[in-house]
T-cell receptor
Framework: AQRVTQPEKLLSVFKGAPVELKCNYS??????LFWYVQYSRQRLQLLLR??SRESIKGFTADLNKGETSFHLKKPFAQEEDSAMYYC?????????????FGTGTQLKVEL | KAGVTQTPRYLIKTRGQQVTLSCSPI?????VSWYQQTPGQGLQFLFEYFSETQRNKGNFPGRFSGRQFSNSRSEMNVSTLELGDSALYLC??????????????FGPGTRLTVL
């Protein structure tokens, strides 16, 4: 079974401060990890995935298999970063795939 | 490319009724997944269809079912509705080749309210 844990329901930071959204996972195989973001009144959208190793909107995330973590980081928070962030794991099973989501972290960037 | 579309966007039903939700994936995507989103349980996987076959199923009762048509459009059905079925139902289509391989694109959801 796979599990994704996001320990913080709400994270409040000031504009310009560093941001770290925590994500830990449990999975016996090789996972693919994602961060999805949902801005107010918008649909859920992919922010980044670990295999692409990209920085999107200044956010980065590194898969740490030893600590089974995939924390999302940004050095300087912007007001437009305020949103709901979900960490998700994809496990390829039986030729298909599904996403297991964490409970989400609401990021609030204050001026 | 047009995004994932879901109809209807809002639905109100009463306990015991059944409901059918529809999802049109991005053109060329052959995999469609369904999720239930509630404040208490968060986002939970319902099932996935690929080429008209169910490939994966989550831990939901048999009242929840789905199907996929030859044009990749998908429907999900919930029979004998219960109050706890009130939720936002999200559909996602997945690219099975190319640079967006295995990336799920989400629709806006159908908000189901059971009274």
């Amino acid at each position: 079974a796979q599990r994704v844990t996001q320990p913080e329901k709400l994270l409040s930071v000031f504009k310009g401060a560093p941001v770290e959204l925590k994500c830990n996972y449990s999975y016996s195989g090789s996972p693919e990890l994602f961060w999805y973001v949902q801005y107010s009144r918008q649909r859920l959208q992919l922010l980044l995935r670990h295999i692409s190793r990209e920085s999107i909107k200044g956010f980065t995330a590194d898969l740490n298999k030893g600590e089974t973590s995939f924390h999302l980081k940004k050095p300087f928070a912007q007001e437009e970063d305020s949103a709901m962030y979900y960490c998700a794991l994809s496990a390829i099973t039986g030729g298909g795939n599904k996403l297991t989501f964490g409970t989400g972290t609401q990021l609030k960037v204050e001026l | 490319k047009a995004g994932v579309t879901q109809t209807p966007r809002y639905l109100i039903k009463t306990r015991g009724q059944q409901v059918t939700l529809s999802c049109s994936p991005i053109s060329g995507h052959r995999s469609v997944s369904w999720y239930q989103q509630t404040p208490g349980q968060g986002l939970q996987f319902l099932f996935e269809y690929f080429s008209e076959t169910q490939r994966n199923k989550g831990n939901f009762p048999g009242r929840f079912s789905g199907r996929q048509f030859s044009n990749s459009r998908s429907e999900m059905n919930v029979s004998t509705l219960e109050l706890g079925d009130s939720a936002l139902y999200l559909c996602a289509s997945t690219a099975t080749s190319g640079s967006s391989y295995n990336e799920q694109f989400f629709g806006p959801g159908t908000r189901l309210t059971v009274l």
